[in-house]
């Protein structure tokens, strides 16, 4: 199972930062598609072969004067989650348009997270961030083992584009990326797409009560929403 880290395992204490930053990403994207269409006659060079410049990223970690921890704050119905899940076994990945350096690695080490994840990849790993698939497939090609064909794998995301990215992910791999949906912006994509209401979650609480009717022992009445299948990455 693959996570996003801002909006879905942390959040911005003031939430107007984590707008804003999205705003900047989504600029980001729509600057390098337009960029890309003029790259078109110099196919030898491939997005994939060139590191990515990631300026705006840069200058918005440049500019930055607080630390994490007062930035931010984990999720902890998440974190119960990703105990869960640890303790059933499944695999588990972090994906974030983020910043590693000076940022993502941070986040995960100040509070606690990293010990969850098998992967964590983050925006200069990866020539294109989300809603390209390109780092949700390094992040299944980096968990430590060959995807199989009956591996089961979702990706939690709190934006539009982590629902884009997962379905992109899926045509690439010739496999199902099972995207869910958290919170209001990752609900408009996924109505858009078409998903099923279970893979709609308006808050971490529901989140938690999905796993726990995925992984409910036999005999006990499960919750109200679809019926889906156990995550095993």
Request: aromatic share 6%.
């Amino acid at each position: 199972m693959l996570f996003d880290l801002d909006g879905t395992l942390v959040h911005h204490v003031n939430p107007r930062v984590l707008q804003m930053l999205e705003f900047l990403d989504d600029c980001s994207h729509r600057g390098g598609r337009l960029v890309a269409r003029f790259r078109l006659a110099r196919r030898s060079r491939s997005a994939a072969q060139r590191a990515p410049k990631l300026l705006v990223h840069k200058a918005i970690h440049k500019v930055r004067r607080k630390s994490v921890d007062q930035m931010l704050e984990p999720c902890e119905t998440m974190r119960c989650v990703l105990e869960r899940l640890r303790a059933e076994g499944v695999t588990l990945g972090v994906v974030s348009n983020g910043l590693g350096r000076g940022y993502g690695h941070d986040v995960l080490e100040t509070f606690d997270l990293r010990k969850y994840f098998s992967a964590a990849v983050f925006r200069e790993d990866v020539a294109r961030g989300k809603p390209w698939p390109d780092s949700i497939i390094t992040a299944l090609h980096g968990i430590g083992r060959e995807l199989r064909r009956t591996d089961v794998i979702w990706y939690v995301g709190d934006q539009r584009k982590d629902i884009a990215a997962a379905q992109a992910a899926s045509q690439v791999i010739g496999q199902a990326v099972r995207p869910f949906a958290l919170g209001a912006r990752a609900a408009l994509g996924a109505v858009e797409a078409r998903l099923s209401p279970a893979q709609i979650m308006w808050s971490a609480a529901d989140f938690e009560r999905a796993v726990q009717t995925v992984f409910a022992p036999e005999g006990i009445e499960p919750s109200l929403i679809d019926p889906l299948p156990a995550p095993l990455l």
